[in-house]
């Protein structure tokens, strides 16, 4: 059982350049959401979803888009890279409703040079 | 908004001292409060969780929480830590009612001296 996988692992961009951080898990959860990690700032939403085809934003959601086209699937978009965005990316999924355990990736650490 | 405060950004100790790493939450009306640890460059794990019933709630690994709603906290809490305990830890909440999104602390980095 693999649970949250994301890729890649590591990733260096250049300011403006595009890419898709991926994110899939494999326990039918229907809920599933991106936070960035920034030293002494803890986790901060980004986007996040309730099932496929239904996407929301979260506390940060500037220059970053999503979609949910299955239920196993939840993709990060950064259309136009900033430095601003280095970070360190964690997907998370759990079943809808407040008293799920959320499951976590293990995280994309993305550096904007 | 709910927000979650976590006073504590760092704390050293010795082996086998014990701990207490601080929480506290916005008041609401319905609350579920968590504890998760993040050990190095690793994701995050569920340590423990406040949902109802007993105030007092325990991890397989020692650690137990308190819900207080007078003093609107959820301190973390171990009689005698190990070199292992090494991690950071995150506290938060999940309104009641809402869709799950979980509001997280700063974090508190716990490390254990031998």
């Known amino acids: 059982n693999a649970g949250v996988t994301q890729t890649p692992k590591f990733q260096v961009l250049k300011t403006g350049q595009s890419m898709t951080l991926q994110c899939a898990q494999d326990m039918n959860h229907e809920y599933m959401s991106w936070y960035r990690q920034d030293p002494g700032m803890g986790l901060r939403l980004i986007h996040y979803?309730?099932?496929?085809?239904?996407?929301d934003q979260g506390e940060v959601p500037n220059g970053y888009n999503v979609s949910r086209s299955t239920t196993e699937d939840f993709p990060l978009r950064l259309l136009s890279a900033a430095p601003s965005q280095t970070s360190v990316y964690f997907c998370?999924?759990?079943?809808?409703?407040?008293?799920?355990?959320?499951?976590f990736g293990q995280g994309t650490r993305l550096t904007v040079v | 908004a709910q927000s979650v405060t976590q006073l504590d950004s760092q704390v050293p100790v010795f082996e086998e001292a014990p701990v207490e790493l601080r929480c506290n939450y916005s008041s609401s009306v319905s609350v579920y409060l968590f504890w998760y640890v993040q050990y190095p460059n690793q994701g995050l794990q569920l340590l423990l969780k406040?949902?109802?019933?007993?105030?007092l709630v325990k991890s397989i690994n020692g650690f137990e929480a308190e819900f207080n709603k007078s003093q609107t906290s959820f301190h973390l809490r171990k009689p005698s830590v190990h070199i292992s305990d090494t991690a950071e830890y995150f506290c938060?909440?999940?309104?009641?009612?809402?869709?799950?999104?979980?509001?997280f602390g700063k974090g508190t980095k716990l490390s254990v001296k031998p």
């Open positions: 979803s309730v099932g496929a085809g239904i996407t």
């Open positions: 998370a999924s759990s079943r809808p409703g407040a008293l799920s355990e959320a499951f």
């Open positions: 938060a909440v999940i309104n009641g009612g809402s869709q799950g999104n979980l509001i």
């Open positions: 406040y949902l109802s019933g007993s105030t």
